[in-house]
């Protein structure tokens, strides 16, 4: 056993001062409406990394990224862009909409993200794009610094990343109404967390800050409290088996989450909170090694209601006016009403690695969860 736990120690090391290449595919399938908040995604990571002269290690990635949302039809087409307004208009100034609500628009997008990144001892840094051929492409980074006094570990934050609740919140969507891309959604700010072990138990707490803006949007922002407590049930040199409490509290300043123009397809209410009972085992058995996790709890959000083009009062006045006088049996809305819920959130993950040789490893990845109000689970295998 000692043995094997020195090797390890002279593994990490050892691999911290040599060049790596890590590639991997992954899967990612959130539940929704076809063409709106439904996604299926497929990544395939490509990384390297190599160290500095003096000290650290550079890395390069690249990932291939392909979303698809399904296709737009029925009545989910006057919720997208301005075909609402566009299907008002024709309906109050008499006109035949069946070529409007006939349509069929298939939702999808690919493109490459790119980065570069450095880190040395506990810091990191990176710097990139959101991919490259999707409508919006933007620029994305951050820096992360864990550092730690005696039994207390602080990890710190500031960044700018892309928000990929949705196809229109990460890469952005173009308006068959009026031709002009809106979306794609970056979150800047930071993230303190803060954590105090006392071996056995630990407590820790953590909050942030971001303003949320992408292309055609209005400005957003959203604060974030949460923190908790956690015990070591198992404790041993091979494994560990960890139990806890967490609690979550957030509030975004808009509700954005729709897809009309102006709405940027993330989940934002106005509060969210949510307790829950986290459990994790994790250790290792000659060369494999795993994290098994999962937590159970009670979420609940409230959302306000939210007009149909917030980013623009021109478009908003004449959605309004062509109402009045569009055919009732339609069904179009005014706009979107304000909504509670509560229910039972969960989520479960595992990670899991052999390796193959002392120079080769393959892993892979898994999760499921129904956090904030959608379903969504993702594999990823890499070597």
Do not use: C
Not at 118 to 129: I, N, Q
Not at 134 to 139: A, G, K, S
Not at 154 to 169: M, P, Q, W
């Amino acid at each position: 056993e000692d043995r094997r736990q020195l090797l390890r120690e002279i593994g990490d090391l050892r691999a911290k001062r040599s060049p790596y290449g890590q590639i991997g595919l992954s899967l990612r399938s959130r539940d929704g409406v076809e063409g709106l908040d439904r996604l299926d995604g497929i990544e395939a990571p490509v990384e390297i990394g190599f160290p500095a002269t003096e000290a650290g290690r550079f890395k390069f990635r690249a990932v291939p990224v392909s979303l698809e949302a399904g296709t737009l039809s029925g009545r989910s087409l006057p919720l997208f862009g301005t075909l609402g307004l566009a299907t008002a208009l024709a309906s109050a100034n008499g006109e035949d909409t069946t070529t409007i609500t006939s349509r069929r628009i298939s939702q999808s997008e690919s493109g490459v993200a790119l980065g570069l990144g450095y880190e040395v001892g506990d810091f990191r840094a990176d710097f990139g794009t959101s991919p490259l051929g999707f409508p919006v492409e933007t620029l994305v980074g951050g820096v992360n610094w864990r550092p730690s006094v005696g039994q207390t570990s602080f990890k710190i934050d500031v960044a700018r990343r892309s928000v990929t609740d949705s196809l229109l919140s990460y890469a952005g969507a173009r308006d068959p109404g009026t031709g002009l891309v809106w979306g794609g959604v970056t979150k800047t700010g930071g993230r303190l967390d803060v954590a105090y072990d006392l071996g056995r138990y630990g407590v820790y707490g953590n909050g942030s800050y971001y303003l949320l803006d992408g292309q055609h949007l209005p400005e957003n922002s959203v604060v974030e409290i949460g923190g908790g407590l956690y015990a070591r049930a198992v404790e041993r040199r091979s494994m560990r088996l960890t139990y806890g409490l967490n609690l979550t509290a957030f509030g975004y300043d808009k509700n954005l989450r729709r897809f009309s123009f102006g709405h940027g397809g993330y989940f934002s209410p106005q509060s969210y909170f949510a307790v829950s009972v986290p459990v994790e085992w994790e250790g290792y058995y000659n060369r494999f090694s795993y994290r098994i996790g999962g937590a159970i709890g009670i979420q609940a959000f409230r959302e306000d209601g939210a007009g149909y083009y917030p980013s623009d009062v021109g478009l908003s006045d004449a959605y309004t006016a062509a109402l009045e006088l569009a055919d009732p049996e339609l069904q179009l809305q005014g706009g979107y009403n304000s909504k509670q819920s509560t229910g039972i959130g969960f989520s479960f993950g595992g990670q899991f690695e052999y390796l193959l040789d002392p120079n080769l490893a393959a892993g892979a990845r898994l999760s499921i969860d129904n956090a904030r109000d959608y379903q969504e689970g993702s594999e990823l295998g890499y070597l």
